[in-house]
Nanobody, 119 residues
């Protein structure tokens, strides 16, 4: 079974930086792609960044050039470095992992960490 735990959220002012971490505790299934999504009040959950096992990355248009995803495969941990934060980045950020059960691919989700950007 897989559990994802996010950390690093908080309150910051516009222009500041924040680093999120997500650790996966996995003893049964293989982990493939890992990434971050976010959801602001009243909105859908949107892609922030993902990285597969080959190191290929995908970023949402609104964060390109400001956010960087990285991954420590040995620790089953994914990070999100967020620079030049804007009020529009305010949201609950969710960690996601693609899991192979041996039969099929499934998505596991963390409980989320709140990032608030405000002056």
């Amino acid at each position: 079974q897989v559990q994802l735990v996010e950390s690093g959220g908080g309150l910051v002012q516009p222009g500041e930086s924040l680093r999120l971490s997500c650790a996966a505790s996995e003893t049964t299934f293989s982990l493939y792609a890992m990434g971050w999504y976010r959801q602001a009040p009243g909105n859908q959950r949107d892609l922030v960044a993902t990285m597969n096992t080959a190191g290929s990355t995908t970023y949402g248009d609104s964060v390109k050039g400001r956010f960087t995803i990285s991954r420590d495969y040995a620790k089953n941990t994914v990070y999100l470095q967020m620079n030049s934060l804007k009020p529009e980045d305010t949201a609950v950020y969710y960690c996601e992992a693609q899991i192979y059960t041996g039969t099929e691919y499934l998505d596991a989700w963390g409980q989320g960490t709140l990032v608030t950007v405000s002056s």
